[in-house]
């Protein structure tokens, strides 16, 4: 237990992140003198809600941190959830992942198998006790349809991988927040992001960075009359989702998936549990601020019910081009270089995320510009979403 405080006031610092004139996004900020590998109950609470405020904060000068401690700092967030990542134990995830596991090694670290080692490339010669790991993983923008030339790749040219939520959409429910702490990455040359979807937007950044937006940013770009269905609906994601969509290919945006009818049936998929699949609600509400996101992870949607009311007798839509080109109207909107940001982390630094709130993605590099080296972990969490209204389920 953390020690005793008189006040539940933070003894930290909080400081919002700066932008320039041109950066609409509206999240972030910096956290310092905290030590994780100590920390109180009440700076524990006060941590998770400066997270719930800000949705993205860069807690600083966690070099000394051990993994087991990152991994009981992810519990006591969430104290009532099972004690378990939220994509499950390893094995499991190694097995029906789909296009979660496919194309890449994911390693626990020993002693703390709930903190994944991601990144890619030579990991040192001793990793916390992996020794001489080489991470292999094939190139993120491959899960694009149309593909990026490896010359072009070569030359810095790169995109955004794939916009998502942390979040198994099926058995569990997703983690309230992502914790990912740096220990090694290249810091240059810079990369292009390429949006190459004939928009001819770009934005450059370091490599070996995750890219963020805000859902409640989207939430806020939104019509009357699609906040209005947005409040009242819901939708079913597909059992095993990963594997429902495992052969699907996405927009070179990494937002959302090209229609080609590659989806599994449901017969094709691991056997499943009916009362496992999850239906959620459009919007979330944030339970400190109570802002409302727009938080639909389309590309494991299987169906949606739409009403505009709580009263109005849903619609139940199956036909996935007519939900993806919905989505994509509204998700596209917020899609955009001066809602887009990429902390700055660095050696010592442990991003975390309102996965309630946000979507995010990495961005990849080529290999020879170094070695990457990252510590995940979050909890499936002990209270699923919550929208405006309650959806019937
Ligand atoms: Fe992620």
Redesign the pocket.
């Known amino acids: 237990m953390g020690s005793v405080e008189m006040s539940s006031a933070p003894s930290f610092t909080v400081t919002p992140l700066t932008k320039t004139a041109n950066e609409k996004h509206n999240f972030g900020a910096v956290i310092e003198d905290v030590d994780l590998e100590n920390i109180s109950d009440s700076n524990v609470k006060a941590l998770a809600d400066a997270i719930w405020t800000h949705k993205v904060v860069i807690v600083k000068g966690q070099q000394k941190l051990s993994p087991i401690k990152q991994w009981e700092l992810v519990t006591r967030f969430d104290p009532e959830a099972p004690l378990v990542h939220s994509h499950g134990d390893l094995k499991t995830f190694n097995k029906q992942g789909g296009l979660l596991s496919r194309g890449r090694d994911v390693y626990g670290v020993p002693g703390a198998e709930n903190v994944r080692l991601i990144g890619k490339g030579h990991q040192g010669e001793d990793h916390f006790g992996l020794k001489n790991t080489t991470i292999n993983k094939e190139l993120a923008h491959l899960w694009h349809n149309d593909k990026l030339p490896d010359e072009d790749f070569e030359a810095g040219h790169t995109r955004f991988q794939r916009w998502?939520i942390?979040a198994p959409l099926y058995a569990r429910d997703p983690a309230w927040f992502?914790t990912l702490r740096c220990f090694k990455r290249p810091t240059k040359p810079e990369v292009t992001i390429h949006w190459d979807d004939g928009s001819g937007l770009t934005m450059k950044s370091e490599p070996g960075l995750t890219a963020f937006f805000s859902n409640v940013q989207t939430y806020e770009l939104m019509t009357e009359e699609e906040r209005k269905i947005a409040d009242h609906s819901w939708v079913e994601y597909a059992p095993h989702p990963y594997q429902w969509m495992g052969e699907c290919k996405s927009n070179p945006t990494g937002l959302g998936l090209v229609s080609q009818g590659k989806e599994k049936t449901l017969e094709d998929l691991s056997p499943y549990d009916e009362k496992s699949v999850k239906r959620y609600p459009m919007v979330w509400v944030n339970p400190v601020t109570g802002e409302k996101a727009f938080m639909v992870h389309g590309i494991c949607v299987r169906r949606v019910f739409m009403r505009s009311s709580p009263t109005d007798e849903p619609e139940v839509v199956e036909d996935l081009v007519r939900i993806r080109e919905w989505l994509a109207k509204i998700q596209e909107r917020v899609l955009k270089p001066e809602y887009i940001m990429l902390p700055q982390v660095v050696e010592g630094d442990i991003v975390m995320w309102a996965n309630y709130q946000m979507f995010?993605t990495a961005v990849d590099y080529p290999d020879h510009w170094g070695a990457r080296t990252m510590h995940q972990a979050n909890i499936g969490a002990s209270l699923g979403p919550v929208g405006p209204v309650p959806i019937p389920v």
């Open positions: 998502h942390d992502t995010h």
